[in-house]
């Protein structure tokens, strides 16, 4: 079964975005993957399809409101299980290991918020898992949702060409990725490092390991500080 993504979003005519381009696009046209999107004012009641609200307790900007929304999330999960989604700042950050969960199974639906943020018995009601692409605040969910998407799409099978390409990439094996040289040999005084033109592949596989680890200690010792201790 081919993965299926929901987008719950103010702003449908957003997608697919860049997801229609380039290897996500191509998956999508072969139908590796598909895309639909709900929009959230179509679940509104009154006459001004109004979608938010003002916080109770006061405070600046506005609240997506809890019934709506949930006859969209409603609307759009009837009849599967596919797991719920909300982009949002404070959720749990994004790993390649979740994203690998997400891609094994069926599809997601992904919730785009909007405003202040979302009434949290919604959040609650619905089983939302928040999920954040990074410690910074954008305009709306729409382009955290793209991310995602495209995180996942990428590692489905079929749609990388080398399926290698995704096993040797920063954060899959708990480290950032070691550096990349390709020809000319020289480039403005500087040369390929001698080891990966020495066709010695045990030495190879040495240096780009202790690279990797050099730039993540570098960069990243959190998670050079989860790796398991070599013996």
């Known amino acids: 079964m081919a993965f299926r993504a929901t987008i719950l979003t103010l702003y449908p005519e957003m997608f697919p975005g860049f997801l229609g381009q380039s290897l996500s696009g191509k998956a999508l046209a072969r139908g590796d993957w598909s895309l639909d999107c709900v929009q959230i004012r179509d679940f509104t009641t009154d006459r001004h ?5 003002t916080p109770a307790g006061g405070g600046a900007g506005m609240v997506l409101k809890p019934d709506v929304l949930a006859r969209a999330i409603d609307h759009a999960s009837d009849g599967d299980t596919r797991p719920r989604l909300l982009m949002s700042p404070r959720g749990k950050p994004l790993t390649q290991q979740r994203v690998r969960e997400l891609a094994a199974g069926d599809g997601a639906i992904v919730v785009c918020g909007r405003f202040e943020g979302v009434d949290q018995r919604v959040i609650d009601g619905r089983q939302l898992e928040e999920v954040s692409i990074g410690d910074y605040i954008l305009s709306g969910g729409e382009p955290a949702a793209m991310i995602l998407i495209d995180a996942i ?11 290698l390409s995704g096993e040797h990439e920063s954060f899959e094996g708990g480290l950032l990725e070691h550096p990349h040289y390709t020809r000319p040999q020289v480039w403005e005084g500087l ?5 990966l033109t020495s066709g010695h592949h045990a030495a190879i596989e040495t240096w780009r390991r202790e690279e990797a680890e050099k730039l993540t200690r570098e960069r990243r010792p959190d998670l050079l500080a989860a790796q398991p201790v070599r013996k």
């Open 49 to 53: 399809r109004t979608v938010d609200d």
């Open 153 to 163: 799409v990428r590692i489905l099978p079929g749609v990388m060409g080398n399926a």
């Open 191 to 195: 040369e390929i490092p001698g080891v």
